[in-house]
């Protein structure tokens, strides 16, 4: 039975190069198709392992290789070079020159592990940091407790760009990104920390300068009901889940359904 989530044939093939090949060891029972379909369709809906359809592969199985590939760092080597390909499609050089950071914070359910009080927004859970490129395309993710300051997530998240992005010279932020921080990017990064401020005299809503575009991605990642709140026990399976929920808009930009 097909799925809205399933992948078509050209989308898959534009991923297939990044999978494992199991020329050794005992053959897999199922194609990485059908376990990637079943990954997409958690994402989506937000189904628990356990609950999968039993049209896919049993959840253990499921689970397992969606493991394996975060185990490998493949999600986010995935992620990385689908970004390029997609800034390609659309005429941009395939290293940004320009990017937006911001966080949102999540409520995490019962499930133990890492978590945080945000006082500012009034939620215990985890906060989601991203930075992205002006098409809206998450080029570094971190996930921490809520109640790591902004400033301070910044510097975590800006720590895995290094190096990545040669073209990189500015970044847009909130008001909540401002202080030490601007100099400390400056010093480390040789980066501009551009602080983009809400105008006092405005009343009502407002679309702030390129602050509306990490708002966009905020939103698309809120179209996939697994990321609604936080189910995971850790936060690299935290990170895992964003990612995924990308490589899949990503691959479907690339090879659109007809």
């Not at 097909?2 to 999978?19: M, R």
């Not at 405005?202 to 990642?221: H, N, S, Y």
Request: hydrophobic share 40%; charged share 25%.
């Amino acid at each position: 039975m097909p799925y809205n989530s399933d992948l078509t044939e050209e989308q898959f093939e534009t991923i297939k190069p990044f999978l494992p090949n199991n020329c050794l060891g005992r053959p897999m029972n199922w194609c990485w198709k059908d376990i990637l379909n079943a990954i997409f369709y958690i994402t989506r809906t937000g189904c628990q392992w356990r609950y999968l359809p039993s049209d896919f592969a049993p959840w253990q199985t499921i689970y397992y290789h969606f493991n394996k590939l975060k185990k490998l760092k493949i999600w986010d080597q995935m992620s990385d070079a689908l970004v390029k390909k997609v800034r390609i499609k659309t005429g941009k050089n395939e290293s940004p020159s320009a990017a937006i950071i911001d966080s949102q914070s999540v409520k995490s359910t019962e499930m133990p592990g890492d978590r945080g009080f945000d006082a500012g927004k009034k939620i215990n859970g985890i906060k989601r940091h991203i930075l992205v490129d002006t098409l809206g395309l998450i080029i570094a993710l971190i996930v921490h407790p809520a109640n790591i300051q902004d400033r301070d997530g910044a510097q975590l998240l800006l720590a895995k760009i290094t190096g990545r992005f040669p073209r990189l010279r500015l970044i847009w932020a909130d008001g909540g990104y401002a202080g030490k921080l601007i100099d400390w990017v400056k010093d480390q990064f040789c980066l501009t920390l551009d602080i983009v401020k809400r105008n006092q005299q405005q009343k009502g809503f407002a679309v702030l300068r390129k602050r509306w575009i990490v708002e966009r991605t905020f939103g698309w990642l809120n179209r996939h009901r697994r990321l609604s709140k936080n189910y995971e026990r850790l936060t690299d399976t935290s990170e895992t889940m964003v990612r995924v929920a990308m490589i899949n808009l990503m691959v479907r930009r690339l090879n659109p359904k007809h």
